[in-house]
């Protein structure tokens, strides 16, 4: 099963209309990463989380943390036709000496009509 | 700093054949991951290289193998491909010994016949 499940698969939303995307990990989380990735393109990264009620903002993109949940959310005020493409979550799995791999969402794909 | 780059951008390879996909870390970054990307899902671990050695792996087979290189450079090559090995394949650097993000390359896209 998806250790990281994100919700709603897909969005659509007029311009300047508020929306938020759910990560929810079924481990506990000792890190959390968002990323957007536009068609074809490499993932960019937004921001990185780790610790419970950890709050971070770029522009008009916010992501908040919540630990006893297991739960981030991604939220995006006055939505823009640039904020198109995919979201995806992205989690540190147990620390284990140096190793590391990111674990994935399916991500959210946001569509902003103008 | 040119960031993270990745050759070729496209490829089309028939099935049986053989691909190297080559991957340039961001400036300073001394550990390469690779990811496979299927149309419309996430990216899925392939292995880590560190030191020029395959720190981590994940649910990959053999036929999927790696190098790195001493300038960390690192390339991904796939024997006996399968149609189900088109994917976006995504390149990602990082510090070896810090929770800080990676950075990702634009991919090569990668199509079987």
Redesign the interface.
């Known amino acids: 099963s998806q250790e ?1 499940e994100q919700s709603p698969q897909s969005l659509i939303v007029q311009e300047g209309k508020n929306l938020t995307i759910n990560c929810t990990s079924s481990k506990t989380l000792y ?1 959390l ?1 968002w ?1 957007k990735q536009k068609y ?6 937004l921001m ?1 989380l ?1 610790k419970g009620g950890e709050e971070k903002s770029h522009e008009k993109i916010t992501a908040k943390l919540d630990e006893k949940k297991q739960q981030s959310s991604l939220h995006i005020t006055a939505s823009q036709p640039s904020h198109a493409g995919i979201y ?1 979550c ?1 989690a ?1 799995g147990p620390y284990a000496g ?10 959210t794909s946001l569509a902003v009509n103008p | 700093d040119a960031g ?1 780059t ?1 050759s070729p951008t496209h490829l089309i390879k028939t099935r049986g054949q053989q691909v190297t996909l080559r991957c340039s870390p961001k400036s300073g970054h001394d550990t390469v ?1 690779w990811y496979q990307q299927a149309l ?6 392939i292995f ?1 290289y ?1 030191e020029e050695e395959e ?2 792996r ?1 649910n990959f087979p053999d036929r999927f193998s790696g190098h790195q290189f001493p300038n960390y450079s690192s390339e991904l090559n796939v024997n006996a491909l399968l149609l189900g090995d088109s994917a ?1 394949y ?1 390149c ?1 650097s990082s510090f ?2 810090s ?1 800080n ?7 090569t ?1 990668l199509t079987v016949l």
Do not use: C, H, T
Not at chain 1, 98 to 107: D, Q, S, V
Not at chain 2, 101 to 107: I, K, L, V
């Open positions: 990281l890190g990463y990323y074809g393109e490499g993932l960019i990264f990185m780790q995806l992205g540190d140096n190793n590391r791999k990111l674990i994935w969402g399916l991500g | 993270v990745q991951s419309g899902q996430g990216p899925q671990f880590q560190y720190r981590q994940g976006l995504l990602a070896s010994s929770f993000e990676q950075f990702f390359g634009p991919g896209r």
